[in-house]
């Protein structure tokens, strides 16, 4: 175990909003920050960026599609720290984009949707509740859970079907009954039904609305396993920044992004809240 037992973790960290994120963590966070990346070049490359920022981020690879690369990072925080501190999860959207009016992401992708749908939910839904699975328990007491959501969950759930609405914003949800209905989405999009089913034509809004779902499930489960830690876990949006998914036009920086992120991620250790909630602009926002 090293001498700074304090450990912070960005997922996604080596470019955009995950790069400035880990910048900031690297400035303000009493502790290691541990980029990781999918690419192993890539990330070294940020950490090398920032060092030469003089700030002294770690490296570690992850690929949150890929079970086994979870848990050698989950392996190594065990045994380097004895667990992790702050959890940032960030992991950009997969290279096939939105074609729909919500978005304000780059032009429409002419993938079939059913293989937009498919793709993005394996990544950032299933991605997200893999590396959420493996690495939640390693959560210390006071610990700080951050998964980077967007103001498009929101945008897709309103249109939604009322049935859904009502399922998604429901406070007894399971992850078991979330799962059957991210799955459902891909399904009835390869039948070609999605809409007729009360689904949104918005696979990147619907993997989103997991992701704030999920959080939403997962801080009631630390208020009911773990209520005496004082852990808070809360999904985010960073606004529309510019970055290489959403282009030059974008409102805000990366590092305008970062600050909604590390607000989360580091509430002082008597914070009480935000707990469970989605957060814009640092205020939680209705669901």
Known sequence: MT???????????????????????????????????RDEARGRAAVQQLQAEGLSPRFHQLDIDDLQSIRALRDFLRKEYGGLNVFVLFRPITPIHLSCSLSPLKDADPTPFHIQA???????????RDVSTELLPLIKPQGRVVNVSSMLSISAL??????????????????EELVGLMNKFVEDTKKGVHAKE??????YGVTKIGVTVLS????????????????????????????????????????????????????????????????????????
């Open 3 to 37: 001498s700074c037992s304090r450990v912070a973790l960005v997922t996604g960290g080596n470019k955009g909003i995950g790069f400035a994120i880990t910048r900031d963590l690297c400035r303000k966070f009493s502790g290691d920050v541990v980029l990781t990346a």
């Open 118 to 128: 498919e793709v993005t939910m394996k990544t950032n839904f299933f991605g997200t």
């Open 158 to 175: 309103k249109k939604c079907s009322p049935e859904l609405q009502e399922k998604f914003r429901s406070d007894t949800i399971t992850e």
């Open 198 to 203: 009360g689904w949104p034509n918005s696979a």
């Open 216 to 287: 939403r499930i997962h801080a009631r489960k630390l208020n009911e396993q773990r209520k005496g830690d004082k852990i808070l876990l809360n999904a985010c949006c960073p606004g529309w920044v510019r970055t290489d998914m959403a282009g030059p036009s974008a409102t805000k920086s990366p590092e305008e992004g970062a600050e909604t992120p590390v607000y989360l991620a580091l509430l002082p250790p008597d914070a009480e809240g935000p707990h469970g909630q989605f957060v814009e602009e640092k205020q939680a926002k209705p669901w």
